[in-house]
């Protein structure tokens, strides 16, 4: 049996950037995105794993559908974890070209939306550690004093927006794995056990790092923090 050519991107081999725009719904994020498969805001009706099998062919435009429905979510949660949109987009276009990449060892196709967010998890915590280690060698404040427009869009859907700038700025002085678990939990809508399919963490874990997350931000921003998001354990 022939070996197959290594996978190229859809324009002749040549890593292309994505460049879907992300919209925003007026509708909240716990309805926002389909529960089950993670999706964003739905293109068709034509299934993730139908897609995948279309991408795998190689068929024009496939693996660029998937990218529009999966858009949103993935570049709304690097904006809140990062609190930077320049670096956002890069954690972005790198999980879409690892995803693209591996597209091969995607056991369960239809969770595609769930494996595509790991992967950006992963990507992205990597890089606030990096970060941690930069700042700390070069002196830099690790609290930033302003916040970017991403982040900002992004908590609009939990807070005013007057109160988006405070609760952003208590965010970046969560430690990662708390900071994780607290945007995936209250921003995102996600259940423990949907969560623990993205980071591993077991659902006991993630239930203590929400809580102790929300405990920091009380610390920080007052008892007014309880009622700056709607969604309760």
Same mark, same amino acid.
């Given at each position: ?18 460049? &879907?725009?992300? =919209?925003?719904?007026?509708?909240? &994020? ?33 693996? /660029? ?34 995803? +693209? ?10 969770? +595609?939306? &769930? ?25 830099? /404040? ?36 708390? =900071?994780?678990?607290? #945007? ?16 591993? &963490? ?5 239930? #203590?790092? #929400? ?6 931000? =009380? ?5 007014? #923090?309880?009622?700056?998001?709607? =969604?309760?354990?």
């Amino acid at each position: 049996r022939a070996r197959r050519s290594p996978r190229s991107f859809p324009d002749g081999g040549r890593p292309r950037r994505f460049c &879907a725009r992300s =919209r925003r719904c007026a509708l909240p &994020a716990s309805r926002r995105y389909e529960r089950l498969g993670f999706d964003g805001c739905k293109v068709d009706s034509t299934s993730d794993a139908e897609l995948v099998a279309r991408a795998r062919r190689s068929e024009r435009g496939a693996f /660029d559908e998937l990218v529009a429905r999966h858009e949103p979510r993935i570049l709304r949660y690097l904006a809140s974890m990062t609190g930077d949109d320049a670096a956002a987009q890069d954690l972005r276009q790198e999980a879409f070209r690892t995803a +693209f990449e591996r597209l091969e060892q995607l056991a369960s196709p239809e969770r +595609f939306g &769930a494996w595509v967010l790991s992967i950006a998890a992963n990507r992205c915590r990597n890089h606030l550690r990096d970060e941690v280690q930069r700042r700390a060698l070069g002196g830099d /404040d690790p609290h930033p004093r302003t916040v970017d427009h991403g982040r900002r869009s992004a908590l609009s859907s939990l807070v005013a927006r007057e109160s988006a700038e405070l609760l952003a700025l208590a965010i970046d002085r969560l430690p990662i794995l708390l =900071r994780e678990a607290f #945007v995936l939990f209250v921003q995102e809508g996600m259940s423990y056990a949907e969560i623990a399919e993205i980071t591993g &963490a077991n659902e006991g874990t993630l239930q #203590v790092r #929400v809580h102790r997350a929300r405990a920091l931000l =009380r610390s920080q921003l007052g008892n007014a #923090v309880d009622t700056f998001w709607r =969604r309760q354990d």
